[in-house]
């Protein structure tokens, strides 16, 4: 009570400051207002960017359709957005743990767990999750957006509640019929066909729905139920089918006996008991045995829920973004059943796709053949070049523009050339990183095997797998570097890192001729204009025939150096070797076409690195260096101005 | 075992595969590297990469016969080397393993190349023992030794050593007795196993 009149105090001295068109009053005003400021960017910062996920599941942990579905929703996200995301996933579990009580006990542990936590979104798989949702007693999740993603089967009912706010789906149709069409039409001479499903009230409903969906069928007389088998009895059965059986697997998450089965482990088993071919109806049992079928693509359901995620974090309101329902199923069919049972792929439904090949020597042998294909190439281009040289000649009226692509074309061919040289270098340079990846996953997969796996070692071993994988790719990409054929392409480049390229290229093979590169490069160098592949391509011919001129001398004296300097108007690359120099009759025509030492080879590098030096505006000489061996050199034009100058400053 | 092989890459992941089936194991980055170790005396066996710089797989393998390191050698090579696998195996090698490999042809490899060398080592050890046996004769028991391997009778080599067949009777049960051996029969086997007569 007795605060009262101090409040009224303080609001008449408030009620002064501003009535009273004082300075004071500005001045507050302003100081608000950088109070308001102030915060405002502070709840601004406090809201992270991380977006929450919620992904409830209605089955166990691990289920594999499950994991198919999570892992390529979740991908799908995080390539359309570019914020971390905050995952959470909760597994009801309902087959193993139906009990009423238990579940009413965990609705009310996940609505405590959620009440503080702020989820953006939650994604819904299979039947009746919206229900759960709206069931939990937690208001707030209640709001949250929702995707819903499941299969449409007669007897299944609506997706999820109609009108529903805030949702939207995925909803797959569950063809059987069409399913059973395409396994007859594979197996026209099939006598019987066996519908196999568990005991589960999920397995029921789909044991029902199937006996709906084909009830028009023409083949309704083929078909048996083997639905809620003990474990033993279904195996039993699949080991004594009659020929001519065709097997076409539902689901069993749990048999008579109750015990309950991830899905896919007993699609496995039936498939190797069984010598009639297995067909199903959902991806996630591709690969355990069954032949295929007309299923319904887990992954792709998962990346079209990842899509709708995106476009809601994007501000897309859900009701807005229609349910989808269209190419979530497909023809799928595993490779190697296919050989097992003697189906041809070309009697496949049209855009079946057709999984777990296993290689063919083409494939297997993709460097040899690509290799033999680029000679090949390269010989019939060279030859045609040549041919038409000549007749060009003949001619005597070549024009100018023509002159160019061939001239090209030649420094293309001269590329391949070398790179068939290099191709077993190549090849072990890419095997090294290849074979470390192999091994290191294959230990992996024992130490998970034998129980032994620690995250630290998870993330050593991924690390590994990585740094390697980056490896083969660093030599792919040095390799198209190479390779690259563009039309006059010149760029600021550093002749140092030119080298350095070639020089990482070449390790291998100079690891092979037993020859070390040493390098001598001036750091000060500044950029030069300049095509990068045709002047990678000018050092490589230096540096191989280098090697070439260094394979008589004695394993530890093979040497070449490669050294950069900067001179007046130019910069002067040089490749020195330990070789036994250039005889004096060779230096004249040494820069000339098809002059050639070597068995291999036509002799061709030298004069092409000229003409492509000459055109940068440069020039390359050789010299035999006092000491034996022959230095090659060639310079390249600085530009004078200041500012290309500065350019080598902001590098 | 001993992981010798210039990539670092395939360093680690051959370190990992061995561990993951327990085994205790070296790396090391070149031959050069591995010579300097002092020599190894336990059953072992090496894994190593034919292309090196500096001194290559084979090299090693010529410089440990030399030494007379005789440790089990499983090469791994890249493509192209068919010409060295056979000069490797002629000179005892293992096993060849082309990369990549598979990781179950690795460990078998490897295994069967520490079993051989727990044999061969169990055979060196008997064959010494024989010769430390021998070696305990004195000269006279070991002419006699020497003539009864060959067949000769206690009277013959009484004959050509000039002494009684009492004599030799006496020498002859004392090398049975110094030797470990019951009979004729196992005092010739020994007398094989020892490269002799």
């Given at each position: 009570m007795t605060l009262w009149p101090e409040i009224r105090h303080g609001m008449l001295a408030w009620r002064r400051l501003f009535s009273a068109r004082s300075p004071y009053a500005l001045l507050l005003c302003l100081v608000l207002m950088g109070w308001l400021f102030q915060n405002s960017a502070v709840s601004a910062s406090d809201v992270s960017p991380k977006k929450s996920i919620l992904f409830l599941f209605p089955q166990a942990t691990a289920t594999p359709a499950y994991e198919i579905l999570y892992t390529s929703a979740k991908e799908t996200i995080q390539a359309h957005t570019n914020e971390p995301l905050d995952i959470y996933a909760e597994y009801l579990d309902k087959g193993r743990f139906p009990d009423e009580s238990y579940q009413r006990r965990l609705f009310e542990l996940l609505s405590d767990k959620y009440r503080d936590k702020r989820i953006d979104l939650w994604i819904g798989v299979g039947q009746g999750m919206a229900e759960v949702i709206d069931r939990l007693g937690n208001e707030v999740l209640r709001e949250v957006p929702a995707i819903l993603l499941s299969y449409r089967a007669p007897l299944t009912g609506a997706p999820f509640p109609e009108n529903r706010p805030r949702t939207t789906g995925v909803v797959a149709d569950l063809d059987i019929g069409k399913n059973l069409e395409m396994a007859l039409s594979l197996h026209p001479e099939t006598q019987k066909v066996y519908v196999v499903s568990g005991a589960s009230s999920a397995d029921r409903l789909l044991e029902r729905a199937t006996r709906i969906a084909l009830r028009e069928s023409e083949s309704v007389g083929k078909v048996e139920y083997l639905a809620g088998l003990t474990f033993n009895e279904l195996v039993t059965r699949m080991e004594n089918l009659p020929p001519h059986s065709v097997v076409l697997y539902l689901q069993v998450q749990c048999d008579r006996n109750g015990d309950t089965f991830y899905s896919k482990d007993i699609v496995g088993i039936i498939s190797r008991k069984s010598h009639a071919p297995v067909y199903s109806m959902f991806s996630s049992q591709l690969g355990e045995g069954v032949v295929g079928g007309?299923?319904?693509d887990l992954e792709r359901g998962g990346v079209k829920a990842g899509e709708l995620a995106a476009r809601i974090f994007k501000g897309d309101p859900p009701e807005s973004l229609p349910i989808v329902k269209d190419g979530l199923s497909r023809h799928m069919f595993d490779w190697r059943q296919l050989k097992r049972h003697g189906i041809k792929e070309n009697r496949l439904p049209e855009g079946s796709l057709v999984l777990y090949k296993e290689l063919g020597f083409l494939e297997e042998h993709r460097w040899m053949v690509v290799g033999v294909i680029l000679f090949v190439i390269f010989q019939s281009v060279f030859l045609a070049f040549l041919l038409d040289a000549n007749r060009k000649q003949k001619n005597a009226q070549d024009q100018l523009v023509e002159a160019e692509s061939r001239y090209r074309q030649l420094l293309h061919c001269d590329r391949l050339t070398r790179l068939g040289q290099l191709s077993a270098a190549l090849v072990h340079e890419l095997n090294q990183p290849l074979t470390a990846i192999l091994t290191t996953a294959q230990a992996g997969l024992r130490f998970l095997n034998a129980d032994k796996m620690n995250p630290s070692l998870m993330r050593q071993i991924i690390q590994n797998i990585i740094s390697d994988d980056k490896r083969a790719a660093e030599v792919l990409w040095s390799l198209r570097s190479l390779m690259k054929r563009k039309e006059k392409a010149k760029e600021q480049i550093s002749m140092n890192a030119v080298l350095e390229d070639v020089a990482f290229i070449l390790q291998s093979e100079a690891m092979l001729r037993n020859v070390t590169i040493e390098r001598d490069l001036d750091g000060s160098l500044p950029f030069v204009d300049g095509d990068p592949t045709q002047l990678r391509q000018v050092v490589l011919n230096l540096i191989m025939n280098a090697f070439d001129a260094v394979s008589l001398t004695p394993p530890q004296r093979r040497r070449v150096i490669l050294q950069t300097r900067l001179l007046n108007h130019s910069l002067q690359v040089s490749v020195r070797d330990s070789g036994g120099g250039i005889q004096m009759e060779r230096m004249e025509q040494l820069f000339q076409p098809f002059q050639s030492t070597k068995h291999s080879g036509m002799g061709m590098g030298l004069a092409v690195s000229s003409t492509i030096v000459r055109e940068h505006g440069g020039r390359m000489w050789a010299e035999n260096s006092p000491d034996g061996g022959a230095v090659f050199f060639f310079t390249l034009p600085v530009q004078q101005d200041e500012s290309r100058n500065n350019v080598r400053v902001h590098h | 075992m001993f992981i010798i092989d210039d990539d670092p890459s395939v360093r680690a992941a051959l370190s990992l595969l061995l561990r993951s089936e327990g085994y205790a194991f070296e790396t090391y980055a070149s031959a050069e590297e591995f010579l300097e170790r002092r020599p190894f005396e336990g059953i072992g066996c090496i894994v190593l990469d034919?292309?090196?710089?500096?001194?290559?797989g084979l090299d090693l393998q010529e410089e440990l016969a030399k030494r007379d390191l005789r440790m089990p050698i499983v090469f791994i090579t890249g493509h192209g080397d068919i010409p060295m696998t056979v000069q490797a195996m002629k000179r005892g090698a293992v096993d060849f393993l082309p990369k990549p490999f598979e990781d179950a042809q690795l460990l078998w490899a490897v295994q069967s190349a520490l079993e051989r060398h727990q044999e061969e080592r169990s055979r060196r050890n008997e064959t010494e023992s024989i010769r430390g046996r021998i070696a305990r004769l004195t000269p006279r028991e070991h002419e006699v030794f020497r003539r009864a391997v060959v067949g000769l009778l206690n009277k013959q080599i009484a004959f050509e050593l000039k002494i009684s067949e009492q004599t030799v009777k006496i020498h002859r049960s004392r090398v049975m007795q110094k030797l470990e051996v019951s009979s004729l029969a196992d005092l010739v086997r020994m007398a094989e196993k020892n490269g002799l007569p």
């Amino acid at each position: 009570m007795t605060l009262w009149p101090e409040i009224r105090h303080g609001m008449l001295a408030w009620r002064r400051l501003f009535s009273a068109r004082s300075p004071y009053a500005l001045l507050l005003c302003l100081v608000l207002m950088g109070w308001l400021f102030q915060n405002s960017a502070v709840s601004a910062s406090d809201v992270s960017p991380k977006k929450s996920i919620l992904f409830l599941f209605p089955q166990a942990t691990a289920t594999p359709a499950y994991e198919i579905l999570y892992t390529s929703a979740k991908e799908t996200i995080q390539a359309h957005t570019n914020e971390p995301l905050d995952i959470y996933a909760e597994y009801l579990d309902k087959g193993r743990f139906p009990d009423e009580s238990y579940q009413r006990r965990l609705f009310e542990l996940l609505s405590d767990k959620y009440r503080d936590k702020r989820i953006d979104l939650w994604i819904g798989v299979g039947q009746g999750m919206a229900e759960v949702i709206d069931r939990l007693g937690n208001e707030v999740l209640r709001e949250v957006p929702a995707i819903l993603l499941s299969y449409r089967a007669p007897l299944t009912g609506a997706p999820f509640p109609e009108n529903r706010p805030r949702t939207t789906g995925v909803v797959a149709d569950l063809d059987i019929g069409k399913n059973l069409e395409m396994a007859l039409s594979l197996h026209p001479e099939t006598q019987k066909v066996y519908v196999v499903s568990g005991a589960s009230s999920a397995d029921r409903l789909l044991e029902r729905a199937t006996r709906i969906a084909l009830r028009e069928s023409e083949s309704v007389g083929k078909v048996e139920y083997l639905a809620g088998l003990t474990f033993n009895e279904l195996v039993t059965r699949m080991e004594n089918l009659p020929p001519h059986s065709v097997v076409l697997y539902l689901q069993v998450q749990c048999d008579r006996n109750g015990d309950t089965f991830y899905s896919k482990d007993i699609v496995g088993i039936i498939s190797r008991k069984s010598h009639a071919p297995v067909y199903s109806m959902f991806s996630s049992q591709l690969g355990e045995g069954v032949v295929g079928g007309y299923m319904i693509d887990l992954e792709r359901g998962g990346v079209k829920a990842g899509e709708l995620a995106a476009r809601i974090f994007k501000g897309d309101p859900p009701e807005s973004l229609p349910i989808v329902k269209d190419g979530l199923s497909r023809h799928m069919f595993d490779w190697r059943q296919l050989k097992r049972h003697g189906i041809k792929e070309n009697r496949l439904p049209e855009g079946s796709l057709v999984l777990y090949k296993e290689l063919g020597f083409l494939e297997e042998h993709r460097w040899m053949v690509v290799g033999v294909i680029l000679f090949v190439i390269f010989q019939s281009v060279f030859l045609a070049f040549l041919l038409d040289a000549n007749r060009k000649q003949k001619n005597a009226q070549d024009q100018l523009v023509e002159a160019e692509s061939r001239y090209r074309q030649l420094l293309h061919c001269d590329r391949l050339t070398r790179l068939g040289q290099l191709s077993a270098a190549l090849v072990h340079e890419l095997n090294q990183p290849l074979t470390a990846i192999l091994t290191t996953a294959q230990a992996g997969l024992r130490f998970l095997n034998a129980d032994k796996m620690n995250p630290s070692l998870m993330r050593q071993i991924i690390q590994n797998i990585i740094s390697d994988d980056k490896r083969a790719a660093e030599v792919l990409w040095s390799l198209r570097s190479l390779m690259k054929r563009k039309e006059k392409a010149k760029e600021q480049i550093s002749m140092n890192a030119v080298l350095e390229d070639v020089a990482f290229i070449l390790q291998s093979e100079a690891m092979l001729r037993n020859v070390t590169i040493e390098r001598d490069l001036d750091g000060s160098l500044p950029f030069v204009d300049g095509d990068p592949t045709q002047l990678r391509q000018v050092v490589l011919n230096l540096i191989m025939n280098a090697f070439d001129a260094v394979s008589l001398t004695p394993p530890q004296r093979r040497r070449v150096i490669l050294q950069t300097r900067l001179l007046n108007h130019s910069l002067q690359v040089s490749v020195r070797d330990s070789g036994g120099g250039i005889q004096m009759e060779r230096m004249e025509q040494l820069f000339q076409p098809f002059q050639s030492t070597k068995h291999s080879g036509m002799g061709m590098g030298l004069a092409v690195s000229s003409t492509i030096v000459r055109e940068h505006g440069g020039r390359m000489w050789a010299e035999n260096s006092p000491d034996g061996g022959a230095v090659f050199f060639f310079t390249l034009p600085v530009q004078q101005d200041e500012s290309r100058n500065n350019v080598r400053v902001h590098h | 075992m001993f992981i010798i092989d210039d990539d670092p890459s395939v360093r680690a992941a051959l370190s990992l595969l061995l561990r993951s089936e327990g085994y205790a194991f070296e790396t090391y980055a070149s031959a050069e590297e591995f010579l300097e170790r002092r020599p190894f005396e336990g059953i072992g066996c090496i894994v190593l990469d034919v292309r090196m710089t500096g001194m290559s797989g084979l090299d090693l393998q010529e410089e440990l016969a030399k030494r007379d390191l005789r440790m089990p050698i499983v090469f791994i090579t890249g493509h192209g080397d068919i010409p060295m696998t056979v000069q490797a195996m002629k000179r005892g090698a293992v096993d060849f393993l082309p990369k990549p490999f598979e990781d179950a042809q690795l460990l078998w490899a490897v295994q069967s190349a520490l079993e051989r060398h727990q044999e061969e080592r169990s055979r060196r050890n008997e064959t010494e023992s024989i010769r430390g046996r021998i070696a305990r004769l004195t000269p006279r028991e070991h002419e006699v030794f020497r003539r009864a391997v060959v067949g000769l009778l206690n009277k013959q080599i009484a004959f050509e050593l000039k002494i009684s067949e009492q004599t030799v009777k006496i020498h002859r049960s004392r090398v049975m007795q110094k030797l470990e051996v019951s009979s004729l029969a196992d005092l010739v086997r020994m007398a094989e196993k020892n490269g002799l007569p």
